[in-house]
């Protein structure tokens, strides 16, 4: 009784082994599961990052062919109630939401950096403030006063103002490419026809001069697919 007794533990035991080793393991069963996707700006993203996109504005290829980059508009990270938002000058400063911001773009694509000496811990709250300050009209004549502001201008003037460090060299209009037909029309149409004369000496800073700082580390990019 005793010998059949254990010989019937012993096939219980046999059978048990056998099932178990033919079910699918834990990561076998996961092999057909969509991984869980997390939001990539939740994992990498910080209050004062770069971000760029190739804007499809009408002033915009003659930005691309002046600075020779397709990278024709910047903005500044912000957070606003756990969803983050891009700080813009594009009339007066504005706060887009950033797959707006993003969906814009040409193709959707992007870049985002994040500049060497900005902290997002202890100086969102300064940053905020000198963004608040140049909610100004929008400069169309590329100008860096005190009146009006664009883009790169922005970034420039927020970092510089919070960080003590400037994003970008500022360059002079004739350091750029003046004799493209998209940029002779836009002189054309905004100096020219309205009286007003081209300094070539005026500084300017751009978004591509920006992109291109070495101060500057690429965070995330879009995909082209």
């Known amino acids: 009784m005793k010998k059949q007794i254990a010989k019937l533990l012993l096939i219980l035991v046999a059978l048990n082994v056998g099932l178990t080793a033919c079910a699918p393991s834990s990561r076998d069963q996961n092999k057909n599961q969509k991984p869980t996707e997390v939001a990539p700006s939740e994992q990498t993203l910080k209050v004062g990052d770069i971000i760029f996109h ?4 009408k002033q915009s290829k003659a930005i691309k062919e002046a600075s020779q980059s397709e990278w024709t508009h910047v903005g500044i990270l912000i957070s606003k109630d756990g969803e983050w938002y891009v700080s813009e000058a594009i009339g007066p400063v504005v706060s887009t939401k950033l797959q707006d911001f993003i969906n814009r773009g040409k193709d959707k694509e992007y870049k985002i950096y994040r500049f060497k000496y900005f902290d997002a811990i202890s100086m969102e709250d300064k940053l905020l403030e000198a963004i608040q300050k140049q909610n100004k009209a929008y400069d169309i004549y590329f100008e860096i006063s005190d009146e009006s502001t664009y ?14 460090h400037e994003v970008g060299s500022v360059q002079q209009f004739k350091d750029l490419k003046l004799s493209g ?3 002779k029309a836009l002189i054309k149409r905004r100096l020219t026809d309205k009286g007003r004369v081209l300094d070539p ?3 300017i800073i751009t978004p591509a001069s920006q992109m291109l700082d070495p ?3 690429l965070i995330k990019e879009s995909l082209k697919k």
């Open 201 to 203: 000496e005026e500084p």
């Open 54 to 57: 190739k804007s499809q504005s």
């Open 181 to 183: 037909p998209q940029v």
């Open 151 to 164: 883009c790169s201008e922005l970034v420039y003037k927020a970092m510089l103002e919070v960080t003590g």
């Open 215 to 217: 101060n500057m580390t």
